[in-house]
């Protein structure tokens, strides 16, 4: 364990809003690692329930910090403020409802120290574990390139702006990025703050996978990004721009834009919300034509049958 005055190697910063569930035993998970030149920077982000009087007794140990922000302000904004309090030479990300396993910071240090310099970020696959039953598994709801590793910068990024392939709680980055490339976007409110920044940082420097799951989603009922139409719509809000200002991205931003559309429309149209899935599936189809959307466009149009018949023929596509 890191003495009094010795700087940690590794700042976990974990965001806390009514978190009374889950947080103590995300902290925990932090103290636990195998590698000890670590700390937890708890900011709680205005609870009104008993999260941080569950963190009380764990204060004992000198690598628990409590940071209290006055009001609400989100997560990116709860980041920022750890990220901004923490002087250790990597940081991690990881929400209240989600744990590390022991090992996550001495794999991904070991990757650090055998990669090259400039390496920003390592992350790696994550477990999933539904609370109130069911298996665990492993999650990876969009698999990286399979050489990753090997990749260029360029290559990298352009497969980072297809699909998100890195999960927040899986991270760990170099702090000195932040520095050079500012902080997390507090404007993004809908929880994909984190992957404008993925992007941001693989525009300049090279990331990493670890083969070995690392870290444990908790699944639950008010999980952030369950929320798929709040996520879309957050990176909708950056996701044209930042495709406009690189070059090597141009020829991907329609057909991005057309996809998360598409994927609107699918989440208005699980909901019933069929007049706003149509405009969504027309939004899309502005930006790249698929004969799917069109179906799906059709289908949707006639509301609720519509939703019979696409699962009618899901299913018979399924079976052969």
């Given at each position: ?10 700042s976990?910063i ?27 920077i ?17 204060l ?5 910090r ?26 991690g ?56 590793n090997?990749?260029s ?20 980055l ?9 902080m997390l976007?507090?404007?993004i ?31 639950h ?9 709040r ?6 809000g ?8 690189h070059?090597?991205?141009?020829d ?17 149209r ?32 006639l ?9 009618a023929?899901?299913?018979?596509v399924?079976?052969?």
């Amino acid at each position: 364990m890191p003495g009094p005055h010795e700087t940690p190697r590794v700042s976990v910063i974990i965001p806390c809003y009514n978190g009374e569930r889950f947080v103590v035993d995300a902290v925990e998970s932090v103290l636990a690692q195998t590698e000890p030149r670590v700390e937890a920077i708890v900011v709680d982000d205005c609870s009104s329930d008993s999260s941080v009087e569950l963190l009380e007794p764990l204060l004992s140990d000198s690598r628990l910090r409590i940071l209290r922000h006055s009001g609400n302000r989100g997560i990116a904004a709860a980041r920022n403020t750890g990220i901004r309090a923490s002087e250790a030479e990597f940081v991690g990300l990881l929400d209240q409802d989600d744990l590390w396993l022991p090992e996550k910071i001495a794999l991904q240090l070991a990757a650090f120290d055998d990669g090259p310099s400039d390496l920003g970020l390592v992350f790696s696959p994550v477990e999933t574990r539904a609370l109130g039953g069911g298996a665990p598994g492993v999650m990876q709801g969009v698999q990286p390139p399979e050489r990753l590793n090997e990749m260029s910068v360029t290559a990298t990024l352009r497969a980072l702006y297809e699909a998100n392939f890195i999960t927040t709680a899986s991270v760990l980055l170099r702090r000195s990025c932040f520095d050079e490339l500012g902080m997390l976007n507090e404007a993004i409110r809908g929880g994909s703050d984190d992957y404008e920044f993925w992007l941001r940082l693989a525009a300049r420097y090279p990331i990493r996978s670890v083969g070995r799951v690392t870290a444990v989603r908790r699944l639950h009922d008010s999980n952030v990004s369950s929320d798929r139409q709040r996520i879309i719509g957050g990176t909708l809000g950056f996701i044209e721009q930042f495709g406009s200002d690189h070059e090597e991205l141009a020829d991907l931003v329609e057909p991005k834009l057309a996809w998360l559309h598409a994927r609107l429309g699918g989440s208005y149209r699980n909901d019933g919300r069929y007049s706003e899935a149509q405009a969504a599936y027309r939004e899309s189809l502005g930006h790249a034509f698929s004969w799917r959307t069109v179906l799906l466009l059709a289908m949707t149009g006639l509301g609720p049958l519509g939703g019979l018949l696409f699962g009618a023929r899901r299913k018979r596509v399924a079976g052969g």
